[in-house]
Nanobody, 120 residues
Framework: QVQLVESGGELVQPGGSLRLSCRASGFTFSSYVMRWYRQAPGKERELVAT????????SYADSVKGRFTISRDNAKNTVYLQMNTLKPEDTAVYYCNAHRPGIQFGRDYWGQGTQVTVSS
């Protein structure tokens, strides 16, 4: 079965760093665009970062640009999110998403999320 399992979320002080990981299984990871989303209580889920199947194109939300870095290792079926200079407003559940574009064969898979709390 398809699985996306996030890890690395924890309590961290403002200005600190975390690295999130998402390991995928049950599908052809290298064929999918990988994205990180986050959602705070009472707010809609927002797109944080995107990386294409080969890593050739990367994009970030304005709120994290310059602080976060998305990367992937297709040999390990894993996507990462390095988060530096964390702020309280980064507090959220972070989800990884696997996306395959296409009308007929398009797919989206979601992980269960990992909690990131930035607080002093």
């Amino acid at each position: 079965q398809v699985q996306l399992v996030e890890s690395g979320g924890e309590l961290v002080q403002p200005g600190g760093s975390l690295r999130l990981s998402c390991r995928a299984s049950g599908f052809t990871f290298s064929s999918y665009v990988m994205r990180w989303y986050r959602q705070a209580p009472g707010k809609e889920r927002e797109l944080v970062a995107t990386i294409t199947s080969t890593g050739g194109s990367i994009s970030y939300a304005d709120s994290v640009k310059g602080r976060f870095t998305i990367s992937r290792d297709n040999a390990k079926n894993t996507v990462y999110l390095q988060m530096n200079t964390l702020k309280p407003e980064d507090t959220a559940v972070y989800y990884c998403n696997a996306h395959r574009p296409g009308i007929q064969f398009g797919r989206d898979y979601w992980g269960q999320g990992t909690q990131v709390t930035v607080s002093s």
